[in-house]
């Protein structure tokens, strides 16, 4: 079992940058997938990116490609996601997920969830 805690939110303008943590509990953190998704209010959750056990190999929703990074360091348990040209419509609470079998984008064969990050992009 793992827990998530994620940091790095806030109220930014639109075309800046964050980069959002996410803290995982336990020994075993290289053997899970990793990932974030979003959620808007008002809209259903959103798929943001994935990134496979040693970080070899990502994957990002076409929404944030370009201007999204996923990235982890098992030696810190920690997983991140480096935001750039920020826009109004990335506004949303942001979720890291784990999960130790599924590479991929489906929302429901990840396991794990964190409690959100709430990022706000005033225009």
Do not use: H
């Not at 800046?16 to 953190?29: E, H, I, P, V, Y």
């Not at 990932?35 to 990134?51: M, N």
């Not at 040209?85 to 396991?111: H, M, W």
């Amino acid at each position: 079992q793992v827990q998530l805690v994620e940091s790095g939110g806030g109220l930014v303008q639109a075309g800046t940058s964050l980069k959002l943590s996410c803290a995982a509990s336990g020994r075993t953190f290289s053997s899970y997938v990793m990932a974030w998704f979003r959620q808007a209010p008002g809209k259903e959750r959103e798929f943001v990116a994935v990134i496979s056990w040693n970080g070899g190999t990502t994957v990002y929703g076409d929404s944030v490609k370009g201007r999204f990074t996923i990235s982890r360091d098992n030696a810190k348990n920690t997983v991140y996601l480096q935001v750039t040209s920020l826009k109004p419509e990335d506004t949303a609470v942001y979720y890291c997920a784990a999960n130790r079998n599924y590479y991929g984008s489906s929302i429901s064969q990840f396991d794990y969830w964190g409690q959100g990050t709430q990022v706000t992009v005033s225009s």
